[in-house]
């Protein structure tokens, strides 16, 4: 089982202490950001990745730095199989393990029962719902293993990532420390990196897809099309995010969520 650092009550860098490291950082390489936070941290930094083409840049990176490096992600259950092939691939290459975390059987049994296996499709409600109980979750759970944790969001992605901080206390989390190497890079910066260091990436960027997600929430985009618009494509007018790194609404929706899947409780 792994180490546990929960126990470590409180925010492991008050505001003023992020605020300064994110001011020392402020410029430096992705490479220069993970080597202070790998020394920072130790085994309590955590690299989350979706093994989208950012998320294995930063394993790559990291790996370099500290081939010992923490590596996680949240396995949905339905991922594409190319992703799970990305999993062993990248395995094998670094000859690293990756902590992957499900979402709680009992949690899914009482959603899918309720909803179907293909809830997303009958509402955005629903839709968040199934990313809550797949995605966020087992985030959450993952992260009560870490101090600090990486992602590879980039603020170029999506209006919903136009202010995303490099460096940031992460409330959601329990007051660990968040960031985001890449936050400042482009698609082009990405894919530089990962030829140039012939990282392992997922083959269904070969197929056209840009952003990489569930199997059936994720389609390949047309030639210009903004890289996100092939995720939840179905829906017009909601936020393409799954919740994972930004609260899409306020406790009120956990409360509908606990609701809906108590056998007892209300209904869709
Ligand atoms: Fe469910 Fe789709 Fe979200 Fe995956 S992306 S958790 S299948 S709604």
């Known amino acids: 089982m792994e180490e546990h650092f929960s126990d470590q009550v409180g925010p492991i860098m008050d505001e003023r202490q992020a605020a300064q490291a994110a001011l020392e950082l402020e410029g430096k390489p992705p490479e220069q950001m993970l080597a202070w936070a790998i020394e920072r941290f130790g085994r309590g930094l955590g690299i989350c990745s979706s093994l989208q083409a950012e998320g294995c840049a930063l394993i790559d990176m990291a790996w370099r730095i500290d081939p010992a ?6 396995d949905s259950g339905r991922l594409p199989e ?5 999993i062993g691939r990248i395995r094998d290459h670094y000859g690293i393990r990756i902590d992957v975390y499900l979402p709680e059987a009992s949690t899914v049994e009482g959603m899918v029962g309720r909803h179907g296996n293909n809830l997303f ?3 955005v409600e629903l839709r968040l719902m199934c990313c809550q109980v797949r995605k966020v979750l087992p985030l959450k759970r993952a992260l009560l293993n870490y101090r600090a944790w990486v992602t590879g969001l980039r603020r170029d992605q999506s209006v919903t990532r136009a202010n995303i901080r490099r460096l940031e206390i992460d409330r959601d989390h329990g007051g660990i420390l968040k960031l985001a190497p890449l936050a400042d890079w482009t698609e082009r910066d990405v894919w530089d990196y990962v030829r140039r260091n012939e990282v392992p990436y997922n083959a269904l960027y070969d197929q056209g897809y840009k952003s990489i997600g569930c199997a059936p ?7 210009g099309e903004d890289a996100r618009a092939g995720r939840w494509w179905w829906e017009t007018g909601a936020a393409k995010e799954c919740g994972m790194h930004c609260a899409i609404e306020s406790g009120s929706f956990q409360r509908r969520i606990d609701a809906t899947l108590d056998p007892d409780g209300g209904g869709r």
């Not at 190319?82 to 990305?86: G, K």
């Not at 929430?217 to 030639?223: G, K």
């Open 69 to 74: 490096v923490r590596v996680f992600t949240i």
């Open 217 to 223: 929430c994720t389609r390949p985009v047309a030639e």
């Open 121 to 123: 499709r009958q509402s």
């Open 82 to 86: 190319e992703t799970h092939d990305l």
